[in-house]
């Protein structure tokens, strides 16, 4: 025990002594927290629309005041023919192109019927699919508008089913509010994972390994040790980027602080684990780091921190669910947002724990394998 | 100039030595592509759905199957009653509640008029968005099937057309993105670590005193990142040619050169950040910790630049890897030619000279 407390305190010295590498540990991660929610909104507004009014007509013009006043889009041209639209679409003036054929309004009130052509640049999918329904929802609402009209005032006589819906935990919509959480753990994860894998692979690179091989400490005393300075500095982490999205974006947890950092501790003995596990791996810091660059770039994608891990093919979501992360986004989502309780994260928290006894216990037998 | 030669090779020999860091440098864009390419989409289907059915008539029946059998969603087992559904989000295994009330068919027949609750779950409001529009579609949709027979009035379709990209498959935005994010993260690391090294160990100071000029040793360092980037730039090209079914459609020579534009640009923000760090973990830490998650987000493949407050805009324009991807994009996935990327490649070309540049100028030839 007496041997630990000095190991840690050896570990914290170095730790404070290297100013840059620790300014840059604590202040990256609040520049990031204090920037990327602002950057990472799903939420679009301005999708830019180029019109083609073929028709010229009040129906037309109607339609088009309709979209601009909507405030989804921005009217970015109007353009004579559906050709040069679709260029401004190619060079990406525009997301999406409206084309309001000839005759609109004629075809309209003679035959009840007529289309409206619609091209949007699909490459990015989300504006192309919100962009889509949101455009389609408007015309829908114009429709009924002049249906009203053209009835005048007249009772709709035919049944209707009407929609209401209801937005829970987050009324307004706030993306921030679903961002945030996750971009903590990514903040955390990167410190995790990687920091404690290269502190031990200094080690063995300047050769003090070897030294601390030869005296009687334990192994599992150096490596707790090795990984408890980044469990304190990750949970400080955690514990300023709590306080800054409190402070700067008034998130405050819905659900019990105390399940929170439970959680944390759980997912920290995960990927510290797995920081352990790369340094086995690597006898220099260049490989320490090419290997958990490896990992934490594949977790930060395909975690669902900015795509919905529902939408992936099944196969990807096995893998997925291997990732610490993806649980404890999950985990982080639900106890902020919806304030839910141990009871509701079990399977997160079960499926972290076996995830870190794994990585934990392979790095072990694979350390010794070497010392 | 044998020189020269002679340490590029030694850089080589060094880098090929270092299998594990061999793997991460080819493994790493494979593993992404592939990853990335066939797992990651941005389009919402297949959602947990749950139906709190009170009214169990013909109507609502006919709206649930209507509500099954679309892709979008895959309904869970139905609830008795609205008292669960708090438990149910709260657990995660729901995004959305459609409430048939008791009275539903009553009210549509006697009233005309009759109201489903949609109760979605808003702490992702972009799947709520999404997916309360969907069951408002088809709704509107069972809506209009049923006043067909009462004749409707001015009827107007809409006719959709989702252009380079039918399928809104996640591929073709991913993959431009993959792209500049790894050549970026790569050719920075790579570069700032491999210079700082020698610093740490002492070689540097070695190779100063020698008669081997400062340049050379810049040069000698970068060229072997630079072609194993050009290599990778292929792999991933051949990769998403032949499993995600992306050819490039313009140009290839000019999405090479720009490539190379590009990836010299990213040597050279390497560069500059190797003469700030003195420890090979430092220049780690600033490339990855500093570097990762603002390309991620700056180079507009998540999320849309246009929709950033103007201080992150203006942000973004520093990144190189947001010129890059708009390059890609346009000549690898819509086929245009030279006359629609010149100017994001003339920014390239004015940050590459800037960086190296400053680089040159600031590269220290003395330790101390």
């Known amino acids: ?371 | 100039m044998k020189q020269l030669v002679v340490f590029i090779r030694k850089e080589f020999l060094q880098v090929f030595r270092d299998r594990k860091t061999l793997l991460m440098l080819f493994g790493l864009p494979i593993a992404q592509i592939v990853l990335f390419g066939f797992a990651l989409s941005t389009e919402i289907k297949d959602s947990k759905i749950v139906i709190v059915d009170y009214a169990k008539d013909e109507v609502s029946t006919q709206i649930i199957t209507e509500i099954g059998s679309s892709k979008y969603f895959d309904l869970q087992q139905n609830l008795q009653s609205t008292g669960q559904l708090q438990a149910a989000f709260k657990k995660g295994i729901i995004k959305m509640a459609v409430v048939f009330p008791a009275n539903f068919s009553k009210d549509l027949l006697h009233t005309g008029k009759a109201t489903i609750q949609v109760i979605a779950d808003a702490s992702d409001p972009n799947t709520a968005t999404t997916i309360t529009n969907y069951v408002t579609n088809i709704i509107n949709t069972y809506n209009t099937k049923l006043s067909n027979a009462a004749g409707q009035p001015l009827q107007i379709n809409s006719e959709v057309q989702m252009l380079y990209n039918p399928e809104l498959k996640g591929a073709p935005n991913f993959v431009p993105g993959v792209m500049a994010l790894v050549l970026m993260l790569v050719c920075t690391m790579m570069t700032s670590v491999a210079i700082v090294k020698e610093k740490e160990l002492g070689t540097m100071e070695i190779l100063l005193v020698s008669p081997f000029k400062p340049i050379y040793i810049i040069i000698s360092k970068l060229v072997p990142n630079l072609i194993i980037s050009i290599v990778n730039l292929f792999i991933i090209l051949i990769l998403s040619a032949v499993f995600l079914d992306l050819q490039v459609k313009g140009s290839l020579l000019l999405l090479v050169f720009a490539s190379t534009l590009f990836i010299i640009t990213s040597l050279s923000v390497g560069l500059l950040l190797s003469i700030g760090a003195s420890t090979q973990q430092g220049a780690m830490t600033g490339s990855l910790m500093g570097m990762m998650l603002p390309t991620m987000l700056l180079t507009g493949f998540l999320f849309p630049i246009e929709n950033m407050p103007w201080v992150l805009q203006a942000l973004a324009n520093l990144v190189p890897s947001r010129w890059f991807f708009i390059i890609v994009k346009r000549v690898m996935l819509e086929g245009l030619g030279f006359t629609a990327v010149w100017k994001e490649m003339l920014i390239l070309l004015a940050m590459c000279v800037f960086l190296l540049t400053i680089s040159l100028r600031n590269f220290k030839i003395r330790l101390q």
């Open chain 1, 1 to 371: 025990m007496k041997t630990l407390f000095f190991l840690l305190e050896k570990e914290f010295k170095q730790l404070m002594r290297n100013k840059g590498v620790l300014r840059t540990l604590l202040i990256a991660p609040m520049i990031q927290l204090i920037l990327l929610p602002l950057a990472a909104d799903y939420s679009v507004k301005n999708i830019h629309i180029a019109v083609v009014d073929n028709d010229h007509s009040t129906f037309s013009q109607k339609l088009i005041n309709k979209i601009a006043s909507s405030g989804y889009f921005t009217l970015t041209g109007s353009t004579p023919s559906y050709k040069q639209a679709l260029v401004m679409v190619e060079q990406d003036k525009a997301d999406l192109a409206l084309h309001i054929p000839a005759g609109f309004e004629r075809n309209l009130v003679r035959e009840n019927n007529q289309k409206l052509y619609v091209a949007i640049n699909a490459i990015s999918g989300t504006k192309a699919s919100l962009g889509g329904t949101y455009l389609s929802s408007i015309v829908q609402d114009y429709n009924s508008d002049i249906r009203l009209q053209w009835e005048n005032g007249a009772e709709d006589t035919t049944p209707k089913i009407g929609v209401a819906s209801y937005y829970w935990y987050n009324p307004f919509m706030n993306y921030h509010l679903y961002m945030v959480p996750a971009i903590l753990v990514t903040l955390v994860t990167a410190l995790a994972a990687m920091q404690s894998a290269f502190n031990i692979v200094a080690e063995k690179e300047s050769g003090t390994i070897e030294q601390i091989n030869v005296t009687p400490i334990k192994k599992h005393i150096f490596i707790i040790g090795k990984l408890l300075p980044f469990l304190v500095l990750a949970s400080v982490i955690f514990t300023i980027g709590l306080i800054l999205s409190w402070v700067l974006y008034g998130i405050v947890p819905v659900g019990n602080l105390a399940v929170l950092y439970a959680s944390l501790i759980v997912y920290l003995f995960a990927m510290l684990g797995l920081g352990l596990l790369i340094s086995t791996y690597s006898n220099t810091q260049m490989q320490a780091m090419s290997l958990a660059f490896f990992f934490i770039n594949i977790f930060n994608m395909l975690s669902g921190v900015f795509t919905s891990i529902d939408s992936m093919p099944v196969w990807a979501q096995t893998i997925v669910e291997t990732f610490p992360p993806s649980h404890f986004i999950k985990i982080m989502r639900m106890v902020v947002l919806k304030g839910s309780g141990l009871g509701d994260i079990t399977y997160h928290l079960g499926a972290m724990f076996v995830i870190g006894i794994v990585f934990n216990t392979w790095a072990i037998i694979n350390y010794r394998k070497r010392a």
